[in-house]
Every structure is written in C-alpha cells, then in structure tokens.
Nanobody, 119 residues
C-alpha cells in the first residue's frame, strides 16, 4: 500500500553533515506525519524528528539546533538535514509515515539507512 525509500546515510566525521531523504509512494492521507526514527545497538528506537502535513515539527532534545526536518508535499518526500554530527548520532535511521484515516493512525516504515559518525 505504502512504500518508503530512504537514502543519504553514510560515514561522516564528527562535526560533519549528512542529508537524509525519504520518498513515499502509494496511498497517503492528507492528514499525516512524516518523520525519522533511529536505533542504536542496545538502545530503544527513538523519534529524531517529525513533521506534520501542516508543517508542525518536533525534535528529540539532543538534536535540537543541529538537525532540521522538512518536507515537500508535492513529492511526498521528507528530508533530514543533519549538521554538527556527533558519534552518539550513530544509528540506523528509519523513515516513518503515519497516515491518519478517520481518526485512526497507521504507520509505515522505510528500510533503514546507516549513519556512522566516526573519526
């Protein structure tokens, strides 16, 4: 029904930058949230940043001021600009689409892309 394809991960040195992209296709509700989650080994998956169809954003505290989430509704694509990267940002990053239909939410996930911050 919904496909999410993420790209942009890689290896970067501390202080560097990466830009993640995720394109969604299929049936997408006009009322939706797109976002990025990450999971490091031994840690719970956590929300990094999210953005609603109306542009409201939410960030995990540790990335505030460093990461910026944006979206292009015409392309059904969400971006995550990551600046001033730190080793603790190392994780698999997953793109998420949350459709809202008649008050009910349904989540879809991308394949995950590895971000490694290391010198």
């Amino acid at each position: 029904q919904v496909r999410l394809v993420a790209s942009g991960g890689g290896l970067v040195q501390p202080g560097g930058s990466l830009r993640l992209s995720c394109a969604a296709s299929g049936i997408i509700s006009s009322i939706n949230t797109m976002g990025w989650y990450r999971q490091a080994p031994g840690k719970q998956r956590e929300l990094v940043a999210a953005i609603t169809n109306a542009g409201l954003t939410n960030y995990e505290d540790s990335v505030k001021g460093r990461f910026t989430i944006s979206r292009d509704n015409a392309k059904n694509t969400v971006y995550l600009q990551m600046n001033s990267l730190k080793p603790e940002d190392t994780a698999v990053y997953y793109c998420n689409l949350r459709n809202n239909w008649y008050g009910n939410n349904r989540d879809y996930w991308g394949q995950g892309t590895q971000v490694t911050v290391s010198s």
